[in-house]
């Protein structure tokens, strides 16, 4: 399974969800660029290229593209707010996605972040951009 990402202007439940990617959704995956918008202009805009950039974004009009309900299930999530971008793992407590942690330091983030629910806009793929990955006989078949 690849490491998903959602991405979000503000945070909580009325926050703005801009997509999601189904690889490399850890912070070391993400374009720094992402990562180090200071302005909401900038984050939404860098979001939009490094998702041009990728084969596996979803964007709203494709709908939300996991089979859970928000993004207290998805691997990671970054929201653009306060002047920053911020990281959740697993619906934890928001951090610095700048700022180095170990696996250790992340998991053990109490998980309080609220999400907007996307049950209503929920488009279940199996396609490029549902992070599935299927082994056979030992060889790796995705649709990345």
């Known amino acids: 399974m690849g490491t998903r990402a959602d991405f979000y202007v503000g945070r909580g439940k009325n926050a703005e969800w801009l997509g999601s990617i189904a690889f490399d959704g ?60 911020h990281a959740s793992c697993f619906g934890s407590e928001w951090f610095d996605p700048l700022k180095k942690y170990t696996d250790d330091e992340i998991e053990a983030r109490k998980k309080s972040a609220d999400f907007p629910n996307m049950k209503d806009r929920q488009n279940v793929t199996f396609g490029k951009r549902s992070g599935l990955i299927v082994i056979l006989d030992g060889d790796v078949v995705d649709d990345q």
């Open 26 to 85: 850890y912070p070391d995956g993400i374009e720094p660029a992402v990562l180090n918008a200071k302005t909401e202009a900038k984050f939404r805009k860098n979001v939009a290229q490094f998702f041009k950039d990728c084969n596996h974004a979803t964007l709203p009009d494709h709908g939300w593209p996991w089979p859970w309900d928000d993004s207290r299930t998805t691997d990671f999530s970054y929201a653009f707010d306060g002047k920053k971008v």
